[in-house]
């Protein structure tokens, strides 16, 4: 309720208003935030003056407007006066991306991972070569970068820092970002990668027309994210939607945490390993990828083969169950399905779907609109320079309300 | 951001902490809520003059303040300037409250159900019964009742005001609380009976100290109701939270929704009959009253039949497998368990209980706190006058702002 704080929020909504929008109007803000016109002049000429926004003479849109006057004025963030880094870890390759402060992709690189899991100082070490790979592709130092968003699997405490268990680390409770910025003198902001990629839809995607859906990730395991009221929600503590260790079967399968039962450890790549072998006919003594082992399990089943068939089979109908218990938990309007292994169609099958619908209480209404977003990693590491970006704004609009 | 609407959502701030409150001074609003002494003097004249709130002299607290100056003005809600009902349904007795403007019980009332799905003229009648006992203790009639309150199982439709579906009617999608305001000329207001006692919770109980938890309810069925940011949350279309009917199991035991696998299908009363007849070795011609058939089962499985104690053993561990799932999407800092299941203690055993905490992924942190809280019908009826009073609160303090 006190005069600065709302000021503070009022700028930085109109900020961010201008840069989900690429370009706005004054006029266009006005409408968008429903407030004054003469507010808006007012905290538009505050953030020019600090070199957070510009005016930007828009392009004629239609011929006919050529000679009508002085050509519409709109703003635009000053993209060049922030760079940060989103970078997504995972079991086999990194992602990086560098953006500027109005959210464009300024450069991209990526490094493979050594498989299996390793220690934080392998793991910087990896990021070490991505970053370096990545800066030199912008043109820029460490110096220029404002903060880095680093998105990965595995339990995550985002306002601790800290990574409680990683399917990637062979430690637990290690405080990375605090490495990271030791290492690298940047600030890092860590999150859970599911909940990267719900940040890049919220920023860049569905958030533009919906303000609460879920997002369940397939890759090395199963993860969830969940945006509601228009701001990521991550579990009342901070560390909830762990979806792929909800439990679906009492004494079930061994999951890689440990624990028995887990919605990942029947739908995840190690999963469909192990029975894979059987399927195929090959003994346990015969290395093998495990990309090259479920691709050649993915190509029987095509074929005809009955078991390596029954395995996606049955991966699918507990996904449709892992599924149906989130759609019965928060009713949502919008489901979007991502991640790598959207190759293999039949977790994405109409059947899979019309068994979650089938496994939900009917309530007389539409049942949830599910979407299929095939995002690569660029995407995902996109969405952990908006976490990286959101922080910077805080700094840099805060800053300026305070002073 | 408009003038108006500020305005109307502080008065009934500073109302509805005088509520919570009971009795409050103007400076422990002030301090409550941050805002300015002068806006508090405004606010609370206004709605003194309104006849919302009426001024109190405390009683001295010391006998050392007696004699120090006048004594000390707090503030109250003006009780009697509306009344209100709150009803639970269920499958064997519907319980009644009335209660008044500042939240207090006036009076109370409960009449049996008949058992068995029963059409909604039928329940209707069951609840002319009801409301005309407890209008006769409160020595009042229809035409003092603001609004009505009613938590029932099943899915609800609070905004819609129907039945999409419940194990107390035989039909669907009906129009409840049109049909409640036909039959009694008062304003009904439905949700499912879960969310009837979180609300209870929220106003008068947990959520005085705490912004943010689950509820969990053991009845006929298993509810589940949230409380996030202080605030009811009924999942993102108002459906939601529907435990009871999350999958646990893959073609697993049959539920009274007609899916296959639901947690209730293990844990609720109708799903512990099924087995209890094997266990007491009972002819399925046997009639018995389900409340005396897990009675029974309750004093041999405490006797030490293996049979009898093998059926709680399970529904508490596929207790522990559900309530570790929700554990695991919300990350709660606080659990409550609650229902009339409290009797059998094989359910809130600390077997059962560490079987909840050992299932899920532990981050490091101190787990869920967890509490069980025996409250009785009244107190779910309690929790659907507050939703009553919250409608009529927003009718008589909106009225007053527009005005």
Redesign the interface.
């Known amino acids: 309720?006190s005069g600065p704080a709302e000021t503070k929020a009022l700028r930085q909504l109109v900020f961010e208003h201008v840069r989900a929008s690429g370009r706005a109007a004054r006029a266009d803000v006005v409408r968008a935030l429903?407030?004054s016109a003469g507010s808006v002049t007012t905290l538009t000429s505050d953030l020019i003056a600090q070199g957070h926004l510009r005016e930007v003479t828009d392009a004629p849109r239609d011929r006919l407007e050529i000679g009508r006057g002085r050509p519409p004025v709109a703003l635009e963030v000053v993209g060049e006066s922030q760079a940060v880094i989103g970078i997504k870890l995972s079991d086999e390759r990194h992602t990086a991306v560098l953006a500027d402060f109005a959210g464009t992709i300024r450069a991209h690189a990526a490094v493979p991972a050594e498989t299996g899991r390793k220690s934080m100082t392998a793991m910087l070490g990896e990021i070490a070569r991505l970053i370096e790979r990545l800066l030199k592709e912008a043109n820029l130092t460490l110096a220029d970068i404002a903060a880095a968003g680093i998105g990965m699997p595995g339990?995550i405490?985002h306002h601790a820092g800290?990574v409680?268990?990683s399917p990637v680390l062979t430690r637990?409770?290690l405080a990375l970002a605090e490495a990271f910025e030791e290492r690298f003198g940047v600030p890092a902001y860590l999150d859970n990668d599911a909940n990267m990629l719900t940040l890049a839809e919220l920023w860049f995607g569905a958030g533009r027309s919906t303000a609460?859906f879920l997002v369940v990730t397939i890759e090395g395991g199963v993860g969830m994210g969940a945006v509601?009221g228009g701001k990521l929600w991550?579990?009342?503590?901070?560390?909830?939607?762990?979806?792929g260790?909800?439990?679906?079967?009492?004494d079930g399968a061994l999951c890689r945490?440990g624990?028995r039962?887990c919605l990942e450890a029947y739908v995840a790549d190690y999963a469909l390993a192990r029975e894979a072998r059987t399927a195929l006919g090959m003994s346990t003594r015969d290395p093998v990828d495990v990309h090259r082992l479920l691709a050649d399990l993915f190509a029987e089943a095509k074929a005809g083969n009955a078991a390596a068939r029954s395995i996606f089979d049955r991966a699918g109908?507990?996904l449709s169950?892992g599924l149906?218990?989130?759609v019965?938990?928060?009713?949502?309007?919008l489901l979007i399905l991502s991640g790598e292994r959207m190759q293999y169609d039949y977790l994405y099958a109409d059947a899979v779907l019309a068994g979650m619908h089938e496994?939900?209480?009917?309530?007389?209404?539409s049942p949830a609109d599910v979407q299929i977003h095939a995002w690569g990693d660029l995407v995902w590491a996109r969405g952990a320079t908006a976490l990286a970006l959101d922080k910077v704004t805080d700094r840099a609009l805060g800053a300026a309300a305070a002073a």
């Open positions: 309720m429903g407030i339990m405490d800290t409680p268990w637990r409770n609460d509601i991550r579990g009342t503590r901070g560390m909830g939607l762990e979806l260790h909800t439990k679906i079967q009492i945490c624990k039962g109908r507990i169950l149906s218990n989130i019965q938990i928060f009713d949502p309007e496994q939900v209480l009917d309530s007389g209404r």
